[in-house]
Nanobody, 123 residues
């Protein structure tokens, strides 16, 4: 089982990036998925999650209205569209899969993790 996060990079404030999480050995539509981020010296925090089956989404207050999480079941991917990026969005971003029905904000509830992709937003 492997999750592969990609799409990070360097972007100016106000710009956009799309992160993608691809899986092997795992059908992502059967899992509640989350995107987390971790900035230097800070704890890992969830930014967005999408429930399995129902497909409802949850966002951290800091990214509401700017980030969108969505699935492509045919491609077995979960993506995070990030618009109007701010310098405080700079972090390593991780995708994670959970067998729980609901989106948990706690990293310990996630069974599988991608390796992380760096997002850097310059001012």
């Amino acid at each position: 089982v492997q999750l592969q996060a990609s799409g990070g990079g360097l972007v100016q404030a106000g710009g956009s990036l799309r992160l993608s999480c691809a899986a092997s050995g795992l059908t992502l539509s059967s899992y509640t998925m989350g995107w987390f981020r971790q900035a230097p010296g800070k704890e890992r925090e969830i930014v967005a999650g999408i429930r399995k089956s129902v497909g409802s989404t949850v966002y951290a207050d800091s990214v509401k209205g700017r980030f969108i999480i969505f699935r492509d079941n045919a491609e077995n991917t979960v993506s995070l569209q990030m618009d109007n990026l701010k310098p405080e969005d700079t972090a390593v971003y991780y995708c994670a899969a959970s067998s729980t029905m609901y989106v948990s904000f706690m990293a310990s509830y996630y069974n599988y993790w991608g390796q992380g992709t760096q997002v850097t937003v310059s001012s």
